[in-house]
């Protein structure tokens, strides 16, 4: 092959590739706009729908968190102050064992025994 041979065929495959790129990335951003009007990317969706006692299980976790806190043994979270009220760490804790008695029949073992441990390490640091 010349060298002028050699150069015709470079510049023709890269004004090819350039297009192909484009066009498949055209392809693709078409595609992405059809799932929503507005042509933004609609949220990766789960095979099936989220478990109520796993809602309830991420609530009994976040009224942990708050119990603690309101038993000033942790800053709050959206404050980062600490703020003791044995009122609202009574509730908390009061709630998380009425959802912990529903809940029970739907959990491991180990769901058991940790949220059980949670909850009696609350207790005992409610009496303190």
């Known amino acids: 092959m010349t060298d002028n041979n050699k150069k015709t065929q470079k510049e023709q ?3 090819q590739e ?5 066009q498949s990335r055209e392809k693709s951003e078409e595609s992405e706009k059809k799932d929503r009007p507005d042509g933004q990317q609609d949220q990766q969706l789960l095979e099936e729908p989220i478990k109520v006692k796993d ?13 603690w806190a309101y038993l000033d043994l942790i800053a709050h979270p959206e404050t980062q102050k600490h703020q003791k009220d044995m009122e ?11 959802l912990f008695k ?3 029949p739907h959990l491991t073992d180990e769901q058991k025994k940790d949220l059980q441990t949670r909850l009696t390490n609350l207790h005992l640091n409610f009496v303190k």
């Open 13 to 15: 495959q890269g004004e």
């Open 18 to 22: 350039p297009q192909e790129s484009t």
């Open 55 to 67: 809602y309830i299980y991420l609530n009994i976790l976040t009224l942990e968190g708050k119990a």
């Open 88 to 98: 609202q760490a009574k509730l908390a804790i009061d709630s998380i064992d009425a």
């Open 102 to 104: 529903q809940l029970e």
